[in-house]
């Protein structure tokens, strides 16, 4: 049986609210720009709804970031030029591996999700460092093989579809890199498609988390618009500046939120 929301309810203050709309919203725009909106969204769902299981942060989450995803892969085939076939295809198969991660998310308790994402965030931080043009320079292009295709379905469908239904945070950034290390796309090119494929795993995680009564509607409906908003203008500053600006303010985001997690973790 699906697990009713009113058991979760959290009594939550407009201080916390509008400072998760905020994340919401910061969370959308980095997320179009370069990827990685998550690792910003879910741990501040975590620190602004300490009490909350953590399968509806999660399930809270998805119908957030659906939105913002949405809003950007619209902006992105409007404006720039994607393989919206490939992009489909591979969408497909992570639309498939996401409703298998939602599905063993519920088994995830607090006291191994909060170690995880923290140890997620210090690999990206270490990955962003150490490449200073990730999300500057274009990859080079080089032709693209029928097994590329299907490694690229493999690992950014099936895979990265998979992580993103059982935690999330950091799949737009994992399919940014999967897509131009595998399939040779610019970053530009690499963003726009991974947003199509964000789409369908969001879709199929929060069908999945919906079903199960773990999305709290009343905290996720105000953050949405929010997330939108950040989605839409982010997808258009990419085409237009770049994400130098970006990158570097994903850092500074990182940092402070494994700073704060560690805390709560060790500390408070």
């Given amino acids: 049986m699906p697990r009713t929301i009113a058991t979760v309810t959290p009594d939550i203050s407009l201080t916390t609210l509008l400072m998760l709309c905020a994340a919401a919203a910061a969370a959308g725009w980095i997320d179009a720009v370069v990827g990685g909106g998550g690792l910003l969204q879910l741990p501040a769902l975590m620190v602004g709804l300490p009490h909350v299981p953590p399968a ?3 399930g809270t989450n998805k119908a957030v970031a659906i939105c913002g995803t949405a809003a950007a892969a619209v902006a992105f085939t409007r404006r720039s030029p994607l393989n919206l076939r490939m992009g489909l295809r591979i969408g497909l198969a992570a639309l498939g591996g996401s409703l298998a991660g939602a599905f063993f998310a ?3 308790n607090s006291a191994v999700l909060r170690p995880l994402i923290m ?9 962003v ?7 500057v320079t274009k990859a080079v292009g080089a032709p693209v093989t029928r097994r590329r295709v299907l490694t690229a379905i493999l690992v950014a469908g099936l895979g990265i579809g998979f992580y993103d239904g059982l935690i999330g945070p950091g799949t737009g950034t994992f399919l940014v890199l999967a897509l131009a290390g595998i399939l040779h796309m610019d970053l530009v090119t690499a963003s726009g498609t991974s947003k199509i494929i964000n789409v369908c795993t969001n879709i199929g995680a929060l069908v999945t988390f919906a079903w199960q009564g773990s999305v709290l509607w009343q905290v996720a409906a105000p953050m949405a ?3 939108l908003a950040g989605g ?3 997808a258009r500053m990419a085409l237009k500046r770049g994400s130098g600006f970006v990158r570097g303010v994903l ?3 990182v940092v402070s939120l494994l700073g704060k997690l560690g805390y709560d973790q060790w500390i408070g």
């Fill in 232 to 234: 839409a203008v982010g």
């Fill in 251 to 253: 850092v500074v985001v």
């Fill in 129 to 135: 460092l150490l490449r200073p043009t990730f999300g």
């Fill in 225 to 227: 618009l929010f997330n």
């Fill in 56 to 58: 509806h942060v999660l």
């Fill in 119 to 127: 140890g997620i965030l210090l690999a990206v931080l270490v990955f």
């Fill in 106 to 108: 519920s088994g995830i």
